[in-house]
Each structure stands twice: as structure tokens, then as C-alpha cells.
């Protein structure tokens, strides 16, 4: 078997193993958060931080959700890393933006975030933040979804199909459940331009 075929094997593995229950409950609550007229705030660091980018266009012009990602502003992420320390980035940012109970947050991560480990200690903090103000917690995340998983109301964890591959496939699968939910009848509101054009 080629490296390629097996990599494309486990994301069959993926796909089948995904919970799709747990989809439709962060579904639910992304339209629970429209609904109240709440924004989105899409958080992650590294690849998941290219993955918010892509997706706050997606909730804004598909789902008329009004949506950011922190890390889209580079200049206020390095000042703050610069000034304040890596780890309040987000909380940060978010208290800049009152966060409040209407609000939802989106968390992107490989590993959901955890102290102990000092790993993503940004999105920790945030969450911490969030649970303070009652906005609403969603993720997609990998492994066990670290502190994500465990704080959030609502949480799909892209299963490990292969310890090698975790983080290609967390993030690729991102991707793959993002477009799921926007595309989901509960929270599309626009047509996408190529299937507006047939």
C-alpha cells in the first residue's frame, strides 16, 4: 500500500467515525447565537488560525452571522504577544470586543488547549473568559479535545484514526465539518456562487 492510499484511507476512517450528533448540536447552538443576534468569534493558533480566516468568510457571507477571528488583525496580535504575554491573546481581544452572553465562540485546535502542558494556553484563557460572560462554546478539535472539549457546550472531536497523523487530519477535518455547517440548512441563509450559476 502507498503512503497516499493509506493516508486516504484513514480519512475514510475519519469520515465514518465522525459524530454526527455532536454536529448538529454545535449546529443548534451557531443558530441559537444568530437568533439573539450574537457574534462569532472564531480562535485558533498555527494552521487552525488559516482555518478561522476562511471560515469567519463563510459565517459572515453565507450564514449572516456576524463573525471575526482575532488572529486576522496581525498588528493587534503581535502587539498584545509582545506586550502582554502569548497566553491572554484572545481573552484580551475579546474583552476588547465585549464579549458577552449573546456572543458565541468557535474554537479550531488540534489539541482543545491545555494548562498542565502548557499548550495553547491562549484558547484557555478565552474559554475561561467566555464561561465568565455566558457566551456559547463550540469547537472542532482532534485528540481528546483537551480543555475544549471539556468546557464547551457543544464540541466535535475529529477522532484519531492514526497518532502519526492527528494534526493533518484535525485540521483538514476542520474544513471538512465548517463546510457542513454552514452549508446546513439551519443556518445557510445564501447560495454559494457556483451553485447559483448552474
Given at each position: 500500500?502507498?503512503?497516499a492510499?493509506?493516508?486516504?484511507?484513514?480519512?475514510?476512517?475519519?469520515t465514518?467515525q465522525?459524530?454526527?450528533?455532536?454536529?448538529?448540536?454545535v449546529?443548534?447552538?451557531?443558530a441559537?447565537?444568530?437568533?439573539?443576534?450574537?457574534r462569532?468569534?472564531?480562535?485558533?493558533?498555527?494552521?487552525?488560525?488559516?482555518?478561522?480566516?476562511h471560515?469567519?468568510?463563510?459565517?459572515?457571507?453565507?450564514?449572516?452571522?456576524?463573525?471575526?477571528?482575532?488572529?486576522?488583525?496581525?498588528?493587534?496580535?503581535?502587539a498584545?504577544t509582545?506586550?502582554?504575554?502569548?497566553?491572554?491573546?484572545?481573552?484580551?481581544?475579546?474583552?476588547?470586543?465585549?464579549?458577552?452572553?449573546?456572543?458565541?465562540?468557535?474554537?479550531?485546535?488540534?489539541?482543545?488547549?491545555n494548562?498542565?502542558?502548557?499548550?495553547?494556553?491562549?484558547?484557555?484563557?478565552?474559554i475561561?473568559?467566555?464561561?465568565q460572560?455566558?457566551?456559547?462554546?463550540?469547537?472542532?478539535?482532534?485528540?481528546?479535545?483537551?480543555?475544549?472539549?471539556?468546557?464547551?457546550t457543544a464540541?466535535?472531536?475529529?477522532?484519531?484514526v492514526n497518532?502519526?497523523h492527528?494534526?493533518?487530519?484535525?485540521?483538514?477535518?476542520?474544513a471538512?465539518?465548517?463546510?457542513?455547517?454552514?452549508?446546513?440548512?439551519?443556518?445557510?441563509v445564501?447560495?454559494?456562487?457556483?451553485?447559483?450559476?448552474?
Open positions: 500500500m502507498s503512503f492510499q493509506q493516508f486516504l484511507g484513514e480519512v475514510q476512517q475519519v465514518a465522525l459524530q454526527t450528533d455532536a454536529i448538529e448540536k449546529v443548534d447552538e451557531l441559537r447565537v444568530r437568533e439573539r443576534g450574537g462569532l468569534f472564531i480562535l485558533g493558533v498555527g494552521g487552525s488560525a488559516a482555518n478561522a480566516s471560515a469567519v468568510n463563510d459565517f459572515r457571507k453565507i450564514c449572516g452571522i456576524e463573525c471575526y477571528a482575532p488572529t486576522d488583525n496581525v498588528s493587534e496580535l503581535t498584545r509582545n506586550d502582554e504575554g502569548w497566553a491572554t491573546i484572545f481573552a484580551e481581544w475579546l474583552k476588547g470586543s465585549r464579549l458577552n452572553a449573546k456572543d458565541g465562540l468557535l474554537i479550531f485546535s488540534v489539541g482543545g488547549g494548562l498542565e502542558k502548557n499548550v495553547s494556553p491562549n484558547l484557555v484563557a478565552a475561561q473568559l467566555a464561561k460572560t455566558g457566551a456559547t462554546i463550540t469547537g472542532i478539535v482532534g485528540r481528546d479535545g483537551g480543555y475544549t472539549a471539556k468546557e464547551a464540541c466535535v472531536i475529529v477522532p484519531t497518532p502519526d492527528v494534526t493533518p487530519h484535525s485540521e483538514a477535518f476542520q471538512v465539518v465548517w463546510h457542513l455547517i454552514v452549508s446546513h440548512p439551519k443556518l445557510k445564501a447560495r454559494t456562487k457556483w451553485e447559483s450559476t448552474k
